[in-house]
């Protein structure tokens, strides 16, 4: 089976050489297969949004090599990195990141806009999406009037109306009650049943310990640990 992504020595330094210098990842090397469902595990502070980061191309690593498909992504230019994250990824937030002030079909809209789709293709694309997660008669509402669930499924939404074929989420279930969080990893093993990849930071052992996640990685202190295939 070929690699889908690969990272090699990786390190991540913040604030390099200063007084408050951070060594939140070193020597980071994993292999991530296609169609695997991912579990980033670990105390806080121990690197998992920054590992997040640097697989979703939001950050580069202060050294060490990320591929994605062999191709060497660690050092492209911003524009690049821009292109292959709207391409081939979706985010969930642990905060959702939605605009409080627009209406849901705005927020779902949002990652269309650079791709120069029609606005015809984009409502179409939309529509798809909001009536795959039962919201769509909640398009013309702003998003500060709606409940943390349907916040969830419009983040969720947005993830997906690129069609990306890499998930990436950051503490998918902190804030959902225990009803929400079975319905969110309902929604994620659909994802794996479209062979999607998935790559989830969390501490929640719902999560964790579901049929769901297909490999573990547990972060400490920085160090990866390892790498418990269940």
Do not use: W
């Amino acid at each position: 089976m070929s690699v889908l992504m690969s990272l090699e020595g990786v390190n991540k330094i913040f604030n390099r050489q200063q007084p408050d210098e951070l060594t939140a990842l070193k020597d980071i090397t994993i292999d991530i297969n296609p169609g695997e469902v991912i579990a980033l595990t670990g105390p806080s502070g121990s690197g998992k949004s920054t590992l997040l980061s640097l697989c979703g191309c939001m950050a580069r690593p202060t050294s060490g090599m990320i591929t994605l498909e062999d191709r060497q992504i660690s050092r492209l230019p911003e524009k690049f990195l821009a292109k292959i994250r709207r391409d081939r990824f979706g985010f969930i937030f642990q905060q959702y990141n939605l605009l409080r002030d627009v209406s849901v079909l705005e927020n779902v809209l949002l990652p269309l806009y650079p791709t120069g789709m029609s606005i015809k293709e984009m409502r179409r694309s939309a529509d798809d999406v909001l009536q795959r997660f039962d919201i769509q008669q909640l398009a013309a509402k702003k998003i500060k009037f709606l409940s943390g669930g349907e916040q969830q499924r419009v983040a969720i939404a947005r993830a997906l109306i690129n069609q990306p074929d890499i998930i990436i989420a950051d503490e998918p279930t902190a804030h959902l009650d225990s009803h929400l969080a079975s319905e969110l990893l309902e929604i994620f093993k659909s994802f794996a049943r479209e062979g999607k990849n998935l790559i989830i930071a969390t501490h929640d052992p719902f999560v964790i310990h579901s049929s769901l996640v297909l490999r573990q990685i547990d972060l400490r202190f920085g160090l990866l640990e390892k790498d418990i295939l269940k």
